[in-house]
Antibody, heavy 119, light 107 residues
């Protein structure tokens, strides 16, 4: 089955780090860059960054350049996103997604991971 | 960076009615880079339309997209009960940007 499955929700304190995983199955993992997108409560979706699962090359939104690292473990078909120095504003749902059978947009999404930053 | 706006913020309609949603770009964009998503609470977004007007796999033909330059539209010809949701447009240039969304609510 073609799918992306993310790790479970996290509750963190301000200043901490969070690491979210996204495991791909059912398709050629290295052929489709994996994107990370978040939605804070009441806000529009915001692109975080992406990784080329084949060679590990990443591109990050300028908003997150200093605080996000995206990595991949190919044999495990898994992508990881680490967000550091968490702030209350980082609370939201984080999604991984990829372009699988379309020429633009993201047509395959993970189920989302709720990250709550609370003191 | 290109900024996307969407109007109206909320559209209150009844099942069977026609819905027209607008997405505006702060400058002219490539039509191949404009997509639309449907988002329901507790679910991941669903790609409906890509390249401005092409329906993604599984998108019913009551959904259609159009537009060019800075003005784009998503039309739902006859609303079905499952169509009440929030709709987002998205653009890709050097990065991905999303509009603020239009909520289609039951009148």
């Amino acid at each position: 089955q073609v799918q992306l499955v993310q790790s479970g929700g996290e509750v963190k304190k301000p200043g901490a780090s969070v690491n979210i995983s996204c495991r791909a199955s059912g398709y050629s993992f290295t052929s489709h860059p994996v994107q990370w997108v978040r939605q804070a409560p009441g806000q529009r979706f915001e692109w975080v960054g992406r990784i080329n699962a084949g060679n590990g090359v990443t591109k990050l939104s300028q908003t997150f350049t200093n605080r996000v690292t995206i990595t991949t473990k190919n044999p495990a078909r898994t992508v990881f996103m680490e967000l550091r120095s968490l702030k209350h504003d980082d609370t939201g749902i984080y999604y991984c997604a990829t372009r699988f059978a379309t020429s633009s947009g993201f047509d395959l999404w993970g189920q989302g991971t709720q990250v709550t930053v609370s003191s | 960076e290109i900024v996307l706006t969407q109007s109206p913020g909320t559209l209150s309609l009844s099942p069977g009615e026609r819905a027209t949603l607008s997405c505006g770009a702060s400058q002219s964009i490539d039509s191949d880079s404009l997509v639309w998503y449907q988002h329901k609470p507790g679910q991941a977004p669903r790609l409906l339309i890509y390249n401005t007007s092409k329906r993604a796999t599984g998108t019913p033909d009551r959904f259609s997209g159009s537009g060019s330059g800075t003005d784009f539209r998503l039309t739902i010809s006859r609303l079905e009960p499952e169509d009440f949701a929030v709709y987002y447009c998205q653009h890709y240039a050097n990065s991905f940007t999303f509009g603020p969304g239009t909520r289609v609510a039951v009148k």
